[in-house]
């Protein structure tokens, strides 16, 4: 190398050498991973050959098809045209497979292919990897540890819990129908089963329902619930430095944040109580623990307790499964009967026949209301709290129509979709709880709201429960009717929400 290369004024030269060679680097590594991008499309393309679709285009996917909060819609309208399942592309080279038939739906839920990735690992910095989002040997692990935690046992007095926390909502809202303008339920009926799941699971006594922290709460997880859900079908908001840089991904955190706070405050009020000897004797003798004491206490197959970060990310998942899903479950359901006064009157004198003025609900009567039973599953067929799950195939699948799938592919079991095909369902949009009599006859898979297999949800028995109590007692204080100028649209969140609220107008029976 001569001296005159090394000297200060070749600097500039060298530096724009060096420059173009990254330029250069720079375009074959993007021109490569076009390269692998569009192999995987073609891959893609001929994998889902048997699976007819409407045109999407290249890079958009089916983004034209859906306009905002028009997917429930628009699904049922594919499960008109397509039968079975349908490709949905988000992009251009992301596509799930949209399952809404009860043969398919028994496919998979019969193995055992993981949650999808893509979407589930999105979830994971605000509910971490509980029960909801793990796999393989550890997720098994811990279901067998936390089953007990539903034994029937420990499920029983939980009913009066349930009964009291629904007592403090009604009560509220007996102070605010004085006006007669309708009121919107999703919110209290929110507050309420947070307050229930609290007291029932993690032996926490505070008065929930008027606590500020909790109104916080509810409105971080609306939020997280609404932002996970934009940010699967955004392709700009995959990469999580990115995301993080958006102003999604700025709220995002910050709601993260906020349910936390609520789930960390109530590990350590625990923890402390937990300190002193006389709890500690009342749960020695106690032979079934509650959801949070059994983490507390419990020793993994390794012997070691659960590190923090696992005991936190069990609390943040139940603390969300346990009542965001069964508040969409109550309001939907009194929804229902407002809409539908004969229903509605038939399960009120049910309830009334069994529960007298209601002083008490015990566990034993929740099985005696039939048709209210047959209601609530009703409203739980026309609004499944969770429309939508998913996994990767982690082999190949063949249905009984002799159609396959390849390992790897995305499949979507829209519930929402199989409980509103007209294939599965005559009528489907009709509310008729005679679909749920006790003669009547249907496929194992056709009503799912609960999924199914081995994924299927560990707290269906204790939802049941507390939908039961909620309808039993709201309909032996109010009649309910609905608001015509603000009928509830549904629309497809993690768990479903209407757009415009569910707001009714309630009576004070005599
Ligand atoms: C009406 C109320 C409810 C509905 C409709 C519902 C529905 C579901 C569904 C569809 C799944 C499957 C999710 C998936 O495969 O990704 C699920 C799982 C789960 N649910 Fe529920 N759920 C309800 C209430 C509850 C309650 C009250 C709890 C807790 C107290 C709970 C805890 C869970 C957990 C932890 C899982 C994951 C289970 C596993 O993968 O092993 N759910 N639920």
């Not at 089916?62 to 949905?88: G, M, N, T, Y």
């Not at 294939?423 to 609960?450: C, G, I, Q």
Request: aromatic share 10%; net charge positive.
């Amino acid at each position: 190398m001569s001296i005159a290369a090394l000297s200060p004024t070749s600097f500039p030269g060298s530096i724009s050498g060096l420059l173009q060679v990254a330029s250069l680097l720079g375009l074959l590594l993007l021109l490569l991973k076009a390269v692998q991008l569009y192999l995987h499309r073609q891959w893609l393309l001929k994998a889902l050959q048997q699976f007819p679709c409407p045109p999407s285009h290249w890079f958009f996917g089916h983004k034209h098809e859906f306009q905002i909060d028009q997917e429930l819609e628009k699904l049922v309208k594919w499960a008109k045209e397509f039968p079975s399942a349908c490709p949905r592309w988000l992009w251009g080279t992301k596509v799930v497979i949209v399952l809404y038939d009860p043969d398919y739906m028994k496919v998979i839920l019969g193995r055992s292919d993981p949650k999808a990735h893509s979407t589930y690992r999105l979830l994971s910095p605000w509910i971490g990897y509980g029960l909801l989002l793990l796999n393989g040997q550890t997720w098994f692990q811990h279901r067998r540890t936390l089953t007990p935690a539903f034994h029937y046992d420990i499920l029983k007095p939980y009913v009066a819990v349930m009964v009291n926390s629904v007592r403090v909502m009604l009560d509220k809202w007996e102070q605010l129908i004085s006006q007669d303008s309708p009121l919107e339920i999703f919110q209290s009926v929110s507050l309420m089963t947070l307050d229930s799941i609290m007291k029932c699971a993690f032996s926490h006594q505070s008065g929930t329902q008027f606590d500020k922290n909790s109104h916080s709460y509810i409105q971080a997880i609306g939020d997280l619930n609404s932002l996970t859900f934009t940010r699967v079908r955004n392709i700009f908001h995959q990469n999580d430095t990115i995301y993080s840089l958006s102003s999604n991904g700025r709220l995002f955190k910050q709601a993260c944040k906020l349910a936390h706070e609520h789930t960390d405050q109530v590990i350590k009020q625990r923890k402390s109580q937990l300190q002193d000897e006389n709890e500690l004797e009342k749960i020695k003798r106690k032979r079934h623990l509650d959801f949070l004491d059994i983490l507390l206490f419990a020793r993994m197959a390794d012997g070691k307790s659960l590190s923090n970060k696992d005991l936190r990310a069990e609390v943040d998942t139940f603390m969300f499964e346990g009542h965001d899903t069964t508040a969409s479950g109550i309001s939907w359901t009194l929804y229902a009967l407002a809409a539908h006064p004969e229903h509605q009157q038939k399960c009120r004198e049910e309830v009334q026949s069994l529960l007298g003025d209601g002083s008490s609900i015990t566990w034993e009567q929740l099985d005696q209301m039939p048709y209210t039973t047959m209601c609530i599953k009703e409203a739980l067929r026309l609004y499944p709290p969770v429309p939508n799950v998913s996994r990767d195939l982690s082999k190949p699948v063949t249905f009984p129509d002799g159609r396959s799938l390849p390992k790897g592919i995305t499949v979507s079991l829209s519930i929402y979709t199989l409980h509103h095909n007209p294939k599965v369902w005559p009528n489907p949009e009709v509310y008729d709880p005679s679909r749920f009599a006790p003669d009547a006859t249907r496929h194992s898979h056709a009503f799912l709201p609960f999924s199914g297999g081995s994924r299927n949800c560990i707290g269906k028995q204790f939802a049941m429960n507390e939908l039961k109590v909620a309808v039993a007692l709201t309909l032996l204080r109010f009649e309910l009717l609905p608001d015509p100028m603000r009928i509830p649209q549904p629309v497809a969140r993690l768990v479903l929400k209407s757009k415009n609220g569910i707001y009714l107008r309630l009576r004070k029976l005599k």
